[in-house]
């Protein structure tokens, strides 16, 4: 067993390494393609009654 530990916590750090570069990156919201469209179609029309 003590000859899988290193390979053991070289990926434990690399899960951690990755878990903190995913909650320190900037969030983008996920919206599914077709709700972009409506919200983009939604701002053209107030353009367009304004």
Do not use: C, K, T, W
């Amino acid at each position: 067993m003590s000859e899988f530990r290193p390979l053991i916590e070289q990926q434990a750090r690399h899960q951690i390494e990755e878990r903190i570069a995913r909650a320190s990156s900037p969030r983008v919201p996920s919206l599914p393609r077709r709700h972009r469209l409506a919200a983009g179609l939604r701002r053209f029309a107030d353009r367009l009654e304004n």
